[in-house]
């Protein structure tokens, strides 16, 4: 499982961006409903289930503890570069494609990705005699019937099958309405596999550095239980894209496909992709973060700079999110909605 790509394509259905500090995940609920395809569709017993993602130095997060130590699950990590990009991911996920093929330790591999990267190594575990199915996200408007998959990977695997809409949609849920009902919700999906915490519906818990105006939320259960500033979220209508995000885990070309709509309408696209991820960013992050993102400006931190490209290209195809007056316009409408914030 490619954490970044399943992630990427779970989070933005729930919360309309990639920006991890915007959703929870059930983890628990996501790796069994995963498991019970696999075996749904081959009929054998699992070896193990291996969850690659990107950690700074490699370390363990608590995240990372978490599923971890969930029963049969490996976790592998690469390391986030200066820049925000994941290294050693698609290369340990290979690697250990092929190993697991020459031992001859499974005879199916059921691969949850979609990066182009990984079409080789695919074709040297069949060259070795094992079976690789790809599990998607189902996208019924698209030519390959699953999101974010890269054609040149699609055409490589044995097979191609795809998990339960209703897993995704129960298993990430926004985390920045702080409605009561909601937050009782985002809570015990937080804490699942633990008890569950109850959360009183007038309950406000006072952050230590209180903000004069905006919503304080009302449980710290999620995002690593950081005090929270947070502002209110204005729901944006859904949009019925006509292109295919095609993922790569690095900035290169990772291939888009769709219509082409005119210039004005990319450019508005990109005030509100911009505007929202301040919006979500800044109902996740603390006083100090702030302070260091603003004392940089306008330079952005890459991790910022990468989701509202990510999330700009999924409205708009890549092709236009490389242009320079697109990305001039996400950035300057991330710092328009947040000097609006505070």
Not at 320 to 340: G, N, P, S
């Amino acid at each position: 499982m490619d954490a970044s790509f399943l992630l990427a394509i779970g989070g933005h259905r729930a919360s309309g961006t990639t920006l991890r500090a915007a959703f929870t995940v059930n983890y628990e609920a996501l790796i069994d409903g995963i498991l019970k395809t696999a075996k749904e569709f081959s009929g054998l017993e699992n070896l193990r289930i291996y969850w690659y993602d990107a950690a700074k130095d490699a370390i363990f997060t608590d995240q990372h503890k978490r599923i971890g130590l969930i029963p049969g699950v490996k976790v592998r990590l690469g390391r986030i570069s200066f820049n925000g990009e994941q290294k050693g991911v698609d290369l340990k996920l290979g690697l250990d494609l092929v190993g697991i093929a020459r031992n001859r330790a499974a005879s199916v591999a059921f691969l949850v990705s979609g990066d182009d990267d990984l079409a080789e190594a695919v074709e040297e575990a069949q060259d070795l005699g094992m079976k690789v199915v790809l599990i998607g996200v189902e996208k019924a408007d698209h030519r390959l019937g699953v999101a974010s998959v890269a054609e040149h990977l699609a055409l490589r695997v044995d097979s191609i099958i795809t998990l339960p809409e209703e897993l995704i949609k129960t298993s990430f849920v926004k985390a920045v309405a702080w409605d009561p009902g909601h937050a009782a919700q985002t809570a015990t999906i937080a804490s699942a596999g633990a008890a569950a915490k109850v959360v009183e519906a007038g309950a406000v818990p006072q952050p230590p550095t209180p903000k004069p105006a905006g919503l304080k939320p009302p449980t710290p259960a999620m995002l690593n239980q950081r005090p929270k500033l947070q502002a209110p979220v204005q729901p944006q209508a859904p949009v019925q894209p006509d292109y295919q995000l095609v993922y790569s885990s690095t900035q290169q070309t990772s291939g888009f496909a769709g219509g082409a709509g005119t210039d004005a309408s990319a450019m508005d696209v990109a005030s509100e992709v911009g505007s929202s991820v301040a919006k979500n960013w800044y109902a996740s992050t603390t006083r100090t973060e702030l302070n260091e993102l603003t004392s940089d400006r306008p330079l952005l931190p890459p991790e910022i700079d990468r989701v509202l490209l990510k999330d700009c290209a999924q409205r708009i195809g890549e092709w236009k999110t490389d242009l320079q007056d697109i990305r001039r316009a996400l950035r300057v409408a991330f710092w328009e909605q947040l000097d609006q914030l505070t």
